[in-house]
DNA sequence: TTTCCTGCAAAAGCTTTGCAAGTAC
DNA sequence: GTACTTGCAAAGCTTTTGCAGGAAA
């Protein structure tokens, strides 16, 4: 059943063991922009041993082979947070308390939607900057208090 | 001379002192993003003592009073970078280096004049986050080798 | 069987903090 | 004079690394 997912990691060049495997879907799943530390209790939780160096070499194989990637941290203590290659989307950042929130899915589909294509392109040709991945970050601060709860 | 700076200062509550406004000039005179310790080393170069405790300290005040912001760390050694809150820019985010470079000028203010006010506006008065600052990352790769020189 | 991955523990960085002395207001 | 800043050194975090044992291909 997870087949796919090897042939994910195999496509990647990287092995497929359990813990990567662990982590990968962890990732993927959790819409909270883990740490490393979280996504290694996240993991532990359910399944078994693991260990948080573990969880930071093969964060790093994912963000080399390109299936994940690290976020604007800068927030609260400074751990990085890693999300999947997934769709791009919208991030709220609160300058006060660093808390990283993903904007609304239609609201943030449509700002993206209006990035454009030809001119990122452009910037490709130009100085060959090869673009995978958009991130738009708006800082700011919450006014009312709709920090995820 | 520096009288404007002074009053900037006050107007965000902050008392100016020798060192802020040392600290305060090398972040907004440098396009570099420079972190905390290459400030530290900055300002230290052309003038006298200055604690990395300060830079430190001083940052978060800044960053709090909406002068500075934190921007995507994530790269290199993980340390944080800072910028002035000075016109929004683009950045080029090098998944495998970890460099952060700017866009160059024009491309990037075309890109970036793209994104929708209106909707931006919508989200303010939606969700209740009130925006200052809008940061946009073009992750990917160096293919030339450009980065800076 | 070979090469890569894991786990442990220790090391290396970055950032924050407590406190006494100094400075802006 | 009072309240905020600075500098120092130490503590607290996050992240990386070396190495021996284990697992994938």
């Known amino acids: 059943m997870s087949d796919k997912l090897q042939q994910t990691f195999a496509g990647h060049g990287l092995r497929c063991t ?41 964060l790093e194989a994912f963000c080399c082979a390109g299936l994940a990637y690290k976020l604007a941290c800068c927030g609260g203590n400074g751990s990085t947070r890693y999300d999947t290659g997934g769709e791009d989307h919208l991030h709220l950042r609160c300058r006060k308390t660093g808390k990283l929130t993903d904007a609304p899915d239609d609201l943030g589909k449509r700002i993206l939607e209006h990035l454009p294509k030809e001119l990122i392109d452009e910037l490709q040709e130009r100085i060959g900057f090869e673009v995978n991945k958009v991130q738009v970050d708006l800082v700011g601060e919450f006014k009312k208090n709709p920090c995820q709860s």
């Open 18 to 58: 359990k813990q990567r495997r662990a982590i990968f879907q962890a990732l993927s799943t959790c819409r909270c922009h883990p740490t490393a530390d979280e996504l290694h209790r996240l993991v532990k939780e359910q399944d078994a041993d693991l260990s948080l160096a573990t969880v930071y070499n093969t």
